[in-house]
């Protein structure tokens, strides 16, 4: 089967030649058929089959049928997860739709408004957007849907485990009932196929391809590691191997994706990060770098495992291992595009067992461990699914969150802290890839840990390797914000010098801190052994403590009786107190 078969526009075949396609792959010859017809379909298929072509062929080839409206409003809407799918899909819609002069616009979350609001006041066909950039704009009357004809969810499993199905079937209520839809997600099941039945009449079902045959054009490898320094050596050594294009390291915090390609970086290393925390048009400068060769070594998190669509990418290294299954698919989808071979790389540990099983049955293939000479781990691997530690134990390095470092087990709980939770019905609203804890400082947090949850590798220094620099230890923090442990006493200087007036307690008496008493205090109460600290209204005593301090006083509309204290009825005739404290 040729693209000349398949009833397309001429100015859209003179585009593909143009492109360099000849034949058709699986997903475009049973799609686009279907939806020249005019009928809805749901396909699944994965990223890197020429899915975007499936759905954007055929939607260029009805913009090549003039419309009797003359609204301004788009004919195509495309619904995506990500920004970087955003650009991808609009690229396509230009480059395929350059004969027949399809006005494509593209509007995101980060994005300044001002200039969307512009691109959307002018005549357009194909609108790609995400969700809520998109409702956003919706509300304020800044869009026309009045003659939309089509409307794509590209990647829908994406927009579901993110939490967009809300805002997509929000906007499909707001568009015109009369008009196909197409969906395309890399798996049918579960509520996929519950919302593919709420906003599709009738669909053609289409499926390409089983889980056990995807990616054969990809080489999976497994290396275990021990500890974060055995890691970082194993990936300067794999870096630097014969045959690394260009290479893209998943990590799984933004924060472990700065650190590592600025150690990487200073290793020499032509690298640059890639997060959800950097501003758009950063991110968009580090992928046209990455495109032009600039960058040969991209770190980043599960922001890019979707929308980047690179052909000289020959290594994607899997640092740590993802929160999902499915991710683990898209990861290794950013290598061996277009027809190429590539590898996968992953690292794991002994308590990565569970993630690498869920990996396997998800994909249908079994990872074998690889070993590389001179870096074999020196620990044993178990072949065991159960955590490692000891159950019960509320301070257990068993628990793993999966991708990261070592967790802590609850207490009584045997399955292993959140290593062994259920990735089942989460989205990624509640697993985004930020840090957790961003009010502590930088300087007191370390990278990552190793299994035992030891810091590890200190920052990149002058003169040494970047597997050499792992070596080192950091030194470690202990508490928030790398507070001492050491208890604080109290002292003239904490309270005696201070400044101010009488501050009121909670029980509305007045406390006058000593320095600045406003009334005078009486020789005889002080440096009185056996005093108590601390007593309460109700007479009890916390402790007794010899006090050689100076005293403070307190007053208090009430008589109260204190242990060892005197007490007398001060001039205003309220009962006054005096106590000293440590």
Do not use: W
């Not at 066909?125 to 919706?138: C, E, M």
């Not at 800044?142 to 939309?148: G, H, W, Y």
Request: aromatic share 4%.
């Amino acid at each position: 089967m040729t693209f000349a078969s398949l009833n397309l526009h001429p100015s859209i075949l003179r585009a593909i030649e143009d492109s360099g396609y000849t034949i058709p792959t699986p997903i475009q010859a049973q799609a686009i058929p279907e939806v020249l017809a005019g009928n809805d379909i749901m396909a699944s298929a994965q990223t890197g089959t020429g899915k975007t072509a499936a759905f954007m062929l055929p939607a260029l080839n009805l913009l090549a049928t003039p419309h009797t409206s003359n609204s301004r409003g788009p004919r195509i809407l495309v619904l995506v997860p990500t920004r970087e799918l955003a650009a991808q899909v609009n690229d396509s819609a230009r480059n395929y739709g350059k004969h027949i002069r399809a006005r494509t616009v593209s509007i995101v979350g980060g994005m300044p408004y001002p200039l969307q609001n512009k691109l959307l006041s002018q005549p357009l066909d194909i609108l790609v957007a995400t969700p809520g950039r998109f409702i956003d704009h919706l509300e304020r009357g800044r869009i026309d849907v009045s003659r939309l004809q089509m409307l794509i969810l590209d990647e829908a499993d994406r927009m579901l485990d993110m939490g967009f199905m809300p805002d997509v079937e929000r906007i499909c209520n707001a568009l015109p009932v009369e008009r196909q839809t197409l969906l395309f997600s890399a798996t049918l099941d579960g509520n996929i196929g519950r919302i593919a039945r709420d906003i599709l009449r009738n669909p053609k079902t289409i499926q390409v391809a089983q889980q056990k045959e995807k990616h054969a054009n990809i080489e999976q490898r497994l290396h275990y590691v021990d500890d974060m320094t055995h890691k970082n050596k194993l990936l300067e050594h794999l870096l630097i191997a014969p045959g690394v294009n260009q290479a893209i390291i998943f990590t799984s915090t933004k924060r472990h994706a700065d650190i590592l390609a600025e150690d990487l970086y200073a290793a020499g290393h032509k690298t640059a990060a890639l997060h959800g925390d950097m501003t758009q048009g950063a991110r968009n400068r580090t992928l046209t770098k990455l495109r032009h060769g600039d960058v040969k070594v991209l770190v980043a998190t599960d922001v890019a495992a979707r929308g980047i669509d690179i052909n000289g990418i020959t290594h994607v290294i899997n640092y740590d291992l993802p929160k999902f299954a499915e991710d683990y698919v898209h990861r290794i989808g950013r290598t061996g595009r277009a027809g190429a071979s590539g590898i996968a790389i992953s690292f794991a540990s002994n308590m990565d067992r569970h993630i690498l099983r869920k990996i396997e049955q998800y994909t249908g293939n079994k990872l074998e461990a690889a070993v590389v000479e001179g870096f074999e781990p020196k620990r044993a691997i178990s072949t065991s699914d159960a955590p490692s530690g000891r159950r019960g134990n509320s301070n257990s390095r068993a628990g793993h969150k999966p991708g990261g470092s070592g967790g802590y087990a609850p207490r009584g709980n045997d399955r292993g802290g959140y290593g062994a939770r259920s990735d089942s019905g989460r989205s990624d609203a509640s697993r985004s890839d930020s840090n957790r804890g961003e009010g502590r400082s930088n300087e007191s947090r370390s990278f990552g840990r190793d299994g035992s949850g030891r810091a590890d590798s200190p920052r990149p220094t002058e003169g040494r390797t970047f597997g050499d620099r792992a070596a080192a230890v950091r030194p470690a923090n202990s508490g928030f914000n790398a507070r001492d442990n050491a208890p604080r006493e109290n002292s003239r200087e904490n309270f005696g010098n201070r400044e101010g007036s009488n501050r009121g307690e909670a029980n509305g008496n007045t406390r006058s801190y000593a320095g600045r008493d406003s009334a005078p205090r009486s020789a005889d109460t002080r440096n009185q052994p056996g005093r108590s600290f601390g007593t309460n209204n109700g007479g009890r005593s916390e402790g007794s403590r010899t006090d050689s301090r100076p005293a403070r006083s307190e007053t208090s509309g009430n008589s109260a009786r204190y242990a060892n204290r005197d007490v007398s009825p001060a001039s205003d005739g309220a009962t006054k107190r005096t106590r000293s404290f440590v």
